[in-house]
């Protein structure tokens, strides 16, 4: 197996591996998104994530929930490519595919220490700041400003002249 593959969990084998670093005393950041077509701004964002942190797991939307999201056409690259994507950056330990519309189920399972989220949100409109907060996990807003986006790539690709 290959390293990159080696870090994609799944969810029931993460838990335990989660709380082995947390005995240790490292701080668990949790970070998420569809990361469809890997971009500087995913790359940027998920650098800003490790820095909060230890020990950086990130929730990769499947398939079915990307398509809901973000609607027909999309995703671009399946949920196995795009996890493997993610996971082959330096700054990503786990990588774990997940369904639900939100990430709510996967803090109240995976207890990280900061719940790191794009600049493209504020503390105040993060989905997940309630439950965040009833599970004594910070949330931080982390990367640049969000002036990079999959849509925007794929539009500029649309409209390139083709020879």
């Known amino acids: 197996m290959r390293l990159a593959e080696s870090k994609i969990v799944a969810r029931e084998s993460l838990r335990g591996k989660l709380a082995e670093h947390k005995k240790q005393g490292q701080r668990l950041v949790f970070a998420n998104g569809c990361f469809d077509t890997l971009h500087v701004g ?27 999201l973000k609607g027909p056409g999309r995703p671009v690259l399946d949920e196995n490519a795009r996890a ?10 786990y990588v774990v595919l997940f369904s639900e519309p939100s990430v709510e189920s996967l803090l109240e399972d995976l207890l990280p220490d900061v719940h790191a989220k794009g600049t493209d949100y504020t503390l105040e409109t993060v989905p997940e700041r309630a439950t965040a907060a009833r599970l004594g996990i910070r949330v931080a807003i982390v990367g640049d400003p969000k002036d990079h986006s999959t849509r925007g790539l794929l539009e500029s690709v649309r409209k390139a002249p083709h020879a």
């Open 84 to 93: 493997l994507l993610v996971a082959a950056l330096r700054a990503v330990d």
């Open 42 to 68: 995913h790359v940027r964002y998920l650098e800003g994530a490790r820095r909060e942190g230890d020990i950086l797991v990130v929730g990769v939307n499947a398939d079915s929930s990307v398509c809901a």
